[in-house]
């Protein structure tokens, strides 16, 4: 059994989440690899980029993925398009329509000025910096469906008090995708106070 686990916007392997599903996936035998999917070019991330790392990693064997965040957004988005090599998903309050609410978050005279500059200067957590990206990111994202069509089984976990990615965009996921179970956690975006809730339901979802 291998596992992905695809990190969030601006972060990195060394977030505290991807440390802590691979650590419990590891004491488990489970082999749990988590690739940096920016690959080292923040600059020029974007969601197809990202997803030829994924590919990449996955290396055409069969896979469960765990995505936090944007990186949720990315395994459902694997996952509809390799219906065969995707087994399950674990998804932690997944920025479902990404390229629609991305933008959107962004006053209009700053979206217009980071399109017209091309870059824009982002609070990268995994860096503890600022760093420049470009807006090709806006560009690529809209090509990209709000809610992929995944039909695989898939347990999402989403907190009641996110601010960064409303629960409502989960729950309207799987009022459509029967073979998704919502947890709504009483908890915010990060879902860090509640790793123990996670990781047991986690662990009954894989089998371990």
């Given at each position: ?16 989440k991807a440390r802590f599903f691979a650590a419990k996936l590891t004491e488990c035998g489970v082999e749990c690899v988590v690739p940096a999917l920016d690959g080292g070019d923040f600059e020029n991330l ?163």
């Amino acid at each position: 059994m291998k596992v992905i686990y695809c990190h969030g916007f601006a972060s990195s392997p060394a977030s505290s989440k991807a440390r802590f599903f691979a650590a419990k996936l590891t004491e488990c035998g489970v082999e749990c690899v988590v690739p940096a999917l920016d690959g080292g070019d923040f600059e020029n991330l974007t969601i197809s980029g990202q997803l030829r790392i994924l590919e990449e990693e996955a290396n055409g064997q069969p896979v469960h993925l765990v995505g936090s965040s944007l990186g949720g957004y990315l395994s459902a988005l694997y996952a509809a398009a390799h219906p065969d090599q995707v087994q399950s998903l674990i998804l932690l309050a997944p920025a479902f329509c990404f390229g629609s609410r991305y933008p959107g978050e962004l006053k209009p005279e700053d979206l217009a000025a980071w399109k017209a500059a091309g870059t824009r200067k982002i609070f990268h957590y995994g860096h503890e910096r600022e760093m420049d990206l470009r807006y090709t990111l806006v560009e690529d994202a809209a090509q990209y469906a709000d809610y992929p069509d995944f039909q695989q089984p898939a347990l999402i976990f989403h907190g009641r008090s996110d601010d960064v990615v409303p629960s409502f965009l989960s729950e309207r996921f799987v009022a459509k995708h029967p073979n998704a179970t919502l947890r709504i956690l009483e908890s915010d975006h990060q879902l860090t106070d509640v790793t123990d809730i996670l990781w047991r339901e986690s662990k009954a979802f894989f089998g371990l």
